[in-house]
């Protein structure tokens, strides 16, 4: 291997939340439609504000930063307990690095943006 070769991501953070997510409205059919053929071959031919219009009924965009995450947390965390401590007798260790899991705390759990940089 070339030693001067470098990745071309090098250095770009992976597994980083994004400010804005799409939400999927409805039960998706919208949406759908956006991957199908035929209005891949009609869509150059339709105006774009009214594309525009039909994607904002067919998706909404959230911030995850601004969701509360408790309920989805009160709901996991028993079976994520139970899961690490068959995984902890399993491989004989604990996971103290698990911070949140047993966390007890009255505070809004709001999603961060997290990067994870390769090294």
Known sequence: MDPSFRPVK???PNNVLPAVVEQ???FGLLRSLSYH???RRL???IPHPLRR???GL???RVRPADVDTRTAQAFLRPEQQRQTEELAGLLNRG???WRTLYAQTDQPMIA???AVRGS
């Open 43 to 45: 869509a150059p031919y």
């Open 112 to 114: 961060t943006r997290v």
């Open 58 to 60: 067919a998706v909404r």
């Open 95 to 97: 996971f103290p690095e």
């Open 24 to 26: 999927v409205r409805g």
């Open 37 to 39: 053929t035929m209005y």
């Open 53 to 55: 219009f039909a994607t």
């Open 10 to 12: 090098l250095g770009i």
